[in-house]
């Protein structure tokens, strides 16, 4: 017992490399291989692997404190008896404090890696991490929009309206497409929430871009710089 609990809070290197290569793995899965299940399973996949990337990411902190395992696993619960239960008060509450929770794990993802002193794989995988949970939470938030403010927003695909119980990968479609500012058209915000969510998801994709490019390329330049006066 003693060993896995060594285990669990191990935080060396090799260690948060291996936690941040299975978290990326992990957030793939959901991104992209779900969609090719039967649409019957994938909103039990969806929850299985968000289970799992929250595990994941709280594994892939290098400084994280005891009471944030314990913290996930409530948050866990909750959302899966809410679900159980087929409450819909409680599945949105669940899913308000599991976004609250992520944004979180998100903020100390991004800040470990731009605390680094140098660029490494564990740098780049941390980075690529915190771009993709980053957009996942906008994707809890977009359907959390829905809930709050009805026909919000039109699909054109189906020529109807988005309400929360549509397919998550939906809203991890429309979400990533306005991260990147392609904006296809096919799914348009319609509400003022919205409209004002689509700024923030777009504004701080971009952000997230530039300010990683320049920091990723300040971080080379400063170790080849240190390289030439020694």
Known sequence: MKNLFKILHEKNQTHLLWANTVLLIVILLMLVAVAFFPESIQTVLNKILTT???????????????IILPIAVILILFQWIAKILNIELLENVASLL?????????????????????????????SINGYLLMGIVFSILTILVTWFYPNSYFSSASNTFLSHTVNFHTYIYYTFITMATVGYGDIVP????????????SVTGQFYIAILVAFLVGKFAGIHVNSLKS
């Open 52 to 66: 799992g990337i929250l595990f994941c990411s709280i594994f892939s902190l290098a400084s994280r404190t005891r």
């Open 98 to 126: 599991n976004t609250i929770f992520y944004i979180y794990i998100v903020f100390k993802l991004i800040t470990q890696f731009v605390k680094a002193k140098k660029v490494s794989r564990l740098v780049i995988l941390g």
């Open 190 to 201: 319609i509400s003022a929430a919205a409209r004002a969510v689509a700024i923030l998801i």
